[in-house]
């Protein structure tokens, strides 16, 4: 029968190749060898102290490994080591447990000497048996043939020594730099010393789960992380210590403090067996959703390949991959329980990982669902937390609120804030997906409430139709306004929410969301060229989807808006616009070309205006300088010190108030009149809406100023027209002689506004509310008005009471208001009226009913000038 050929130098390559595919893994072979030589001969001679040394000689192409092992004989060389496929180590451990002596030795010498003819010309071995006095020589060009002869022996070098002569391709592999390196990576933990190069030991030896007298928890994992910041270059957020006993495994995890944003990634492990690494960065033996973890197990129980570059997955390594599982989820939700703060930055650095497999893992998800952190209103909090805390009406499922955008958390946070809900912002990859399955799997209990394109009642109230119709007017012009800039799709809606001080929310629908998932799908770099036409047809779509544009009927420029009659006119399209622009803003969403192009025209069309207002002020300027000359040039002279009167002389004081037109101003008026309209003072107290010297506003301001003696100034709020006034005064060098008197409430806690120079400022508590805050804020500015000298000054040339409502608080005989109006109408002054007779008080009153009480009034203000002198 014919037999088959063997072409034996090639047979010895390719099983050399095929067992051991990385050329550089012919050093961790040898090494164990020589780790495994040593064990053998520590059976039989407890006393020697193993070594393994190491020595590179680029200019000669070798490398030698020496260990002071068992050694070899005759009879072993050509057993095992000139022949393929035998192991004498396996056959020598088998031989000496039969006896009862167990050598844990880690590799298979026959075997493992393949892997040097991946690289190697040819392979010189000299070794002598211990108890022997007979040394060998074998060498081997990588054929069927070797030579074998003994040499001189001697005591001394019992043990065996490996030349690997390497081909010159692969002499890179044998630079010291990158041999230290192998051998750190594969034998750094094997129990003997190894020297390279006669320096050493270059291995650590022993991990720290190799030793067991630590002093406790703490003193092990300060051990792990130095062990581990010297091995690796990335540094360990957390550390997981591994101990197990079935199957046998030690080691220790880490989650990395790299970022991995590529989901394609795996957590990685190298992995030792019986101190010697087998494969370095596996990534099957973690689970596939643990891509941040890295570390280095040491597993006894684990089974290699036949080239010692992979695991046979059997039960034991199935086994241990579970566990590995369960150690990495105990540890984070350990974590977040006894150092939350650590967790949370652990849980952001590795956000896209630990949310992204929560997602396409079920398992993982289970575990750690309730443990993750989401962002709210208030603050971050686990579902769980959110659940907990959320209010629900009774019988009702407990609504989960959450938005899509994570942009638009100021518009919807200030929302749920108002109404003490707790929002969800699912802004981040991901976030909205786990929401959605959180929910869905207790949909009996719990319900999903979309803020982006809700229309919920209990965050916008409906109007009630006589309401409603009271803004269809604005709805109608901010609808026409946004159409005349292309913005037809967006609806003003009016309803009432909460802050007040929100004049507008963006509320998208559900199709716009779905038309910007798909858009943003279908225009990743790898879609195929015939989608972008899709996409531009659902870009188009997307920009004529209605959008709701909710109007708050609470906000006070919508209410300001809502009561102007026509709005139509071109100079309040700005406005208009405005609302929808400060919508955007607020919720900062998405920008479009089409909201670029809104706020383009808006913020053009304003620059313009302030061009104009500033053409306008300077006209006004002038027209104010050129009236002022007139005044100066032309008078004779006013009560107070210095300017003439325009248009109405009067010889009492006159102050000029300026405050806000607001309604919480009305208390601060009443106790200005209350003081300075009664005793002592009886001055004249005008406000610029009191009283139209002129028809046009800013020349009735000026009037009222050039007409004044004095001023008093609330300056709390900076408001504009307020601060205008007093800079006509300040900046006026011909009015600095008259007093000014600035009032600065200290319960705004903000700075004074300017730097007024001389001019007198009281500070006050703050506006008040009631009666008796009426009442204190009285005695208060009374104490200061007495204190100061201008209105002092003004006392002393004052040679007229002005008669105001005011001097009539006490007198009960008069019947209603408007008795005491036409009584101050028809006498300017206290004096004017105690000096007119009878005849000239009923002629003047022009009311018979007034002149039977002539004598009452005449004698009770005679009793009050009386009382003042």
Not at 199 to 220: F, K, L, M, S
Not at 470 to 495: D, W, Y
Not at 610 to 624: T, Y
Request: contains cysteine.
């Amino acid at each position: 029968m014919p037999k088959m050929k063997t072409d034996f130098p090639g047979l010895v390559k390719l099983l050399a190749k095929h067992l051991y595919p990385e050329p550089d893994v012919f050093i961790r072979e040898l090494v164990q060898n020589a780790h495994d030589s040593i064990k053998l001969r520590l059976a039989q001679d407890s006393h020697i102290a193993g070594r393994i040394d190491v020595f590179t000689d680029s200019d000669n192409r070798t490398i030698t490994f020496a260990d002071n092992g068992l050694g070899m004989d005759q009879y072993e060389i050509e057993e095992f080591l000139s022949t393929i496929g035998k192991t004498g180590t396996g056959e020598k451990t088998h031989e000496l447990a039969e006896r009862d002596v167990l050598v844990e030795t880690i590799g298979q010498f026959g075997i493992g000497l393949l892997s040097a003819f991946v690289v190697a010309e040819r392979v010189d071995i000299y070794t002598q048996k211990l108890d022997t006095q007979r040394m060998w020589h074998w060498s081997n060009q990588g054929s069927e043939n070797y030579d074998l002869e003994e040499i001189p022996a001697d005591s001394q070098s019992v043990g065996s020594r490996v030349i690997v002569i390497i081909a010159r391709k692969h002499i890179h592999h044998i630079k010291e730099e990158a041999v230290r390196k192998t051998i750190k990576h594969y034998a750094d933990f094997l129990p003997f010393p190894i020297f390279l190069n006669g320096n050493g030991p270059i291995n650590v030896i022993n991990a720290p789960w190799h030793t067991a007298a630590w002093a406790g928890e703490r003193d092990y994992l300060r051990a792990l992380h130095r062990f581990l910041n010297e091995r690796y270059p990335d540094h360990p957020m957390h550390i997981l210590p591994i101990d197990f006993s079935s199957p046998r495994a030690k080691g220790v995890l880490y989650i990395i403090s790299d970022r991995i944003p590529d989901v394609n990634t795996s957590g990685v492990v190298d992995i030792f067996q019986k101190r010697l690494c087998i494969r370095l960065k596996d990534q099957d033996l973690l689970p596939e959703w643990a891509k941040f973890v890295r570390g280095i197990i040491d597993s006894p129980d684990l089974q290699p390949t036949a080239g010692r570059d992979n695991l046979i997955k059997n039960d034991a390594y199935h086994h241990l991959r579970t566990l590995l599982g369960d150690l990495i989820i105990k540890g984070l939700t350990d974590l977040s329980a006894k150092n939350p703060e650590k967790f949370q930055r652990l849980c952001e650095w590795h956000h896209y990982h630990l949310k992204g497999m929560a997602l396409f893992h079920r398992s993982f998800f289970d575990a750690v669902i309730e443990y993750l952190p989401f962002e709210t209103n208030e603050g971050n909090m686990t579902l769980k937390q959110y659940v907990a805390r959320q209010s629900v009406s009774a019988g009702e499922k407990l609504p989960v609120y959450f938005f899509s955008y994570g942009l638009d958390s100021n518009q919807f946070y200030e929302l749920c804030r108002a109404r003490r809900l707790i929002a969800i912002n699912t802004g981040r990859r991901f976030d909205e997906e786990l929401v959605r399955e959180y929910v869905e799997r207790r949909a009996d209990r719990l319900v999903l409430k979309q803020l982006d394109n809700l229309d919920d009642p209990k965050l916008y109230e409906s109007l009630v139709d006589e309401e409603r119709k009271k803004f269809f007017v604005l709805e109608g012009a901010v609808r026409s306004a946004l159409a005349q800039v292309g913005m037809g799709h967006v609806q003003p809606i009016t309803r009432r929410f909460v802050p007040v001080d929100m004049s507008g929310a963006i509320i998208a629908s559900q199709n716009i969301e779905t038309f910007e998932r798909m858009e943003s799908l279908l225009n990743l770099p790898f879609m195929l060229e015939g989608f972008s036409a899709l996409a531009e047809e659902f870009t188009e779509r997307m920009r004529h989807t209605p959008i709701n544009l909710f109007l708050n009927a609470d906000n006070p420029l919508v209410q300001k808006l809502q009561s102007i009659e026509d709005l139509g006119v071109t100079r309040y399209q700005t406005l208009l616009l405005g609302i929808y622009n400060c919508a955007i803003l607020y919720s900062q969403h998405r920008m479009t070309p089409e909201n670029a192009q809104v706020f383009y025209r808006q913020l053009h069309s304003q620059m313009l205006d302030i061009l104009e207002m500033e053409a306008e002020l300077r006209r006004v300027k002038a027209e104010k300088e050129a009236l002022q000359a007139k005044i100066f040039t032309s008078s004779e002279g006013a009560v107070g010190g210095g300017v003439a009167q325009v248009a109405d002389y009067h010889d009492w004081v006159r102050l000029f108030v300026m405050m806000p037109y607001e309604p919480r101003y009305d208390s601060l008026e009443r106790v200005l009149r209350s003081i300075l309209q009664n005793p002592p003072y009886c001055f004249e107290l005008v406000l610029a809406r009191d009283k139209h010297i002129n028809a046009k506003g800013i020349k009735n301001i000026q009037s009222h100023i050039l007409a004044a003696d004095g001023y008093i100034a609330d300056v709390s709020d900076y408001d504009a027209n307020v601060m205008m006034e007093v800079g006509w005064v300040h900046f006026e060098e011909r009015l600095n002689s008259r007093p000014l008197m600035l009032l600065f409430a200290e319960s705004k806690k903000r700075e004074f506004p300017f730097d007024f120079g001389d001019h007198l400022r009281i500070n006050y508590v703050s506006l008040p509310d009631d009666e008796a805050g009426e009442r204190k804020l009285k005695q208060e500015l009374r104490v200061e008005f007495e204190r100061h000298g201008p209105l002092q000054s003004l006392i002393a040339n004052n040679h007229r009471w002005f008669l105001s409502p005011v001097l009539f608080e006490d007198f009960q005989f008069l019947p209603s208001d408007e008795y005491k109006k036409k009584i101050c109408d028809a006498f300017p002054t206290v004096e004017q009226l105690l000096t007119a007779d009878k005849s000239e008080f009923t002629r003047k009153i022009r009311d018979d009913r007034l002149s039977k009480i002539y004598e009452a009034v005449v004698r009770a203000f005679s009793d009050q000038v009386g009382s003042a002198e």
